[in-house]
């Protein structure tokens, strides 16, 4: 079992930044696989960024647009997310997730473990 806490959301206007933070624990060899995901009304939820190990990654690039960052401190067991010039339709929650794929995948149902979400809003 992995277990994950997000924090770092909140409102911010357009062209405005946050960072997501998720903080792992647990049996962290489950965790080979780590991503960001995200989830607003009527819509299923879509695969942000992803990251396996500290050096591979892989992002949703028709909304992303070079705007986030993803990254993890194994040191620190802690998962981050760089929002960078936000846009009212980053609004969601959003959530962190671990799989045991040694992979980047951005598809949600090969993840594992999830934590219970952070809200991003992001006003006009």
């Known amino acids: 079992q992995v277990q994950l806490m997000e924090s770092g959301g909140g409102s911010v206007r357009t062209g405005g930044s946050l960072r997501l933070s998720c903080v792992f624990s647990?049996?962290?060899?489950?965790?080979?696989?780590m991503g960001w995901f995200r989830q607003s009304p009527g819509n299923e939820r879509e695969g942000v960024a992803a990251i396996y190990g500290t050096a591979t990654t892989r992002y949703a690039e028709n909304f992303v647009k070079g705007r986030f960052t993803i990254s993890r401190d194994n040191a620190k067991n802690t998962l981050f997310l760089q929002m960078d010039n936000l846009e009212p339709d980053d609004t969601a929650m959003y959530y962190c997730?671990?799989?045991?794929?040694?992979?980047?995948?951005?598809?949600?149902?090969?993840?594992?473990?999830w934590g219970q979400g952070t809200q991003v809003t992001v006003s006009a």
């Open positions: 647990g049996n962290i060899y489950s965790a080979a696989g």
């Open positions: 997730a671990a799989t045991t794929s040694f992979d980047v995948p951005l598809d949600w149902r090969l993840y594992n473990f």
